[in-house]
């Protein structure tokens, strides 16, 4: 099928409808009974190729066809509300939430997470990444390792990393997990 026929085919079922095409087509009202009627299509001929022409002419003056292109083609680009730059609006709110969700959060939490590790001292009780919970028995601000006590009654001790030290358990806590 032709370019123009496609187009003439997707003119008809815009203007007149599927039906109204095939009652044409078909010639149903001219008085040959089902002969096709030359003379009916006419005027829908002339009318689409109208159409073709002015869609057309329109389209290779928005390509670069002459001034009148030029202008409709920059109506045609600055009719949003932000220009030019209004695609990059969705793209700035998604980082904005992505920032405010996800990052801030996790800065602050590391942030929590560094000062417990410099505040480490001798007889805090600790809970390790290895779920290990001991008393703090050497801890140097300087140095990576602390020493914790896991077992009171044979005096066991582990030199575990300070960044393994998960949370310093507080007495609440503590008075929590006797009740329970």
Do not use: C
């Not at 078909?26 to 109208?50: D, H, I, K, V």
């Not at 009719?79 to 969700?101: C, K, N, R, S, T």
């Not at 300087?142 to 007495?171: A, C, Y």
């Amino acid at each position: 099928m032709s370019h123009l026929a496609a187009s003439l085919r997707t003119f008809y079922d815009a203007r007149f409808g599927f039906r109204r095409q095939w009652a044409l087509f078909r010639g149903s009202n001219s008085a040959g009974g089902g002969r096709r009627s030359p003379m009916r299509f006419e005027p829908l001929l002339t009318q689409a190729s109208a159409y073709l022409a002015q869609t057309h002419g329109l389209l290779a003056e928005a390509e670069g066809g002459g001034a009148a292109g030029k202008e409709a083609a920059t109506k045609e680009g600055a009719g949003g509300l932000f220009g030019d730059f209004g695609f990059i609006l969705p793209f700035l709110l998604i980082a904005v939430l992505f920032y405010l969700m996800l990052i801030r959060p996790q800065r602050k939490k590391q942030q929590q997470h560094e000062e417990m590790m410099a505040a480490l001292k001798k007889n805090d009780r600790v809970v390790t990444a290895g779920g290990i919970i001991g008393i703090v028995t050497q801890a140097e601000k300087d140095k990576p390792e602390i020493t914790i006590r896991v077992d009171e009654n044979n005096n066991t001790r582990l030199k575990v990393m300070r960044s393994s030290v998960v949370r310093v358990l507080t007495g609440d806590e503590e008075k929590d997990k006797e009740d329970s």
